[in-house]
């Protein structure tokens, strides 16, 4: 059936390490990925998104990589910062109708000072 | 206020008791959607309201689990004859449009059923 996976459940980086966080998904058809950020207590908050005609898209400090070829996203973070530890999310789209989002299990990064 | 509010933050509820999970969204939001997060895991989808429809309801557990949307505004999650295994954060999100939309979430209400 479908799925969104993520392949390390926690990340542990140096601060000012660059962070890359991998995510498998399984269903072909898929065109629309978001990556969320969840801080304790909170709900998630979104990063950045990526629909299927893109390889690559950059935001402030991260950028999304979509390799349809092998059904993988990844979430790589530039210089990173202890603001930046939280549980990482990625979701897919699964209804392009309504929004309806399918989410992996998360990954927790944790940013050593 | 500018972001989805939910209340209340925290409910405990007993066995068997009837819960009812109120989701304030962005104001002109059409879409609302509403997941649940056990411990540990993602966010799982319950339901979908675009405006006051409820498009889709596939996420719901089970026919003890009810969300209304009358006037297209707020949105409540309602859990009949509560279990154990309702213990969850009850996450709401709107997005302006439908589809490909940024969604923006609340900060979820934690239910512990006990």
């Known amino acids: 059936g479908e799925s969104v996976g993520l392949h390390l459940p926690t990340l542990s980086v140096q601060e000012g390490d660059n962070s890359i966080i991998n995510c498998a998904y399984s269903n072909s058809a898929s065109d629309y990925f978001i990556w969320y950020k969840q801080e304790s207590g909170k709900g998630p908050q979104f990063i950045i998104d990526?629909?299927?005609?893109?390889d690559k898209r950059q935001g402030q400090r991260v950028t999304v990589l979509l390799n349809k070829t092998v059904k993988h996203l990844s979430l790589q973070i530039a210089a990173t910062q202890p603001g930046d530890s939280a549980v990482y999310f990625c979701?897919?789209?699964?209804?392009?109708?309504?929004?309806?989002?399918?989410f992996g299990q998360g990954t927790t990064l944790q940013v050593k000072p | 206020g500018a972001g989805v509010s939910q209340s209340p933050r925290y409910k405990v509820a007993k066995r068997g008791q009837d819960v009812a999970l109120r989701c304030d969204p962005i104001s002109g939001h059409v879409s609302l959607f509403w997941y649940q997060q056990a411990l540990g895991q993602g966010p799982e989808f319950l339901t979908y309201f675009q405006n006051e429809a409820q498009l889709d309801k596939s996420g719901l557990p089970s026919d003890r689990f009810f969300a209304e949307r009358p006037e297209g505004s707020v949105s409540t999650l309602k859990i009949q004859r509560t279990q154990q295994e309702d213990s969850a954060v009850y996450l709401c999100a709107s997005s302006s449009g439908s589809g490909r939309t940024e969604a923006f979430f609340g900060q979820g209400t934690r239910l512990t059923v006990v």
């Open positions: 990526i629909r299927s005609n893109m």
């Open positions: 979701a897919e789209n699964g209804s392009s109708n309504t929004g309806k989002l399918i």
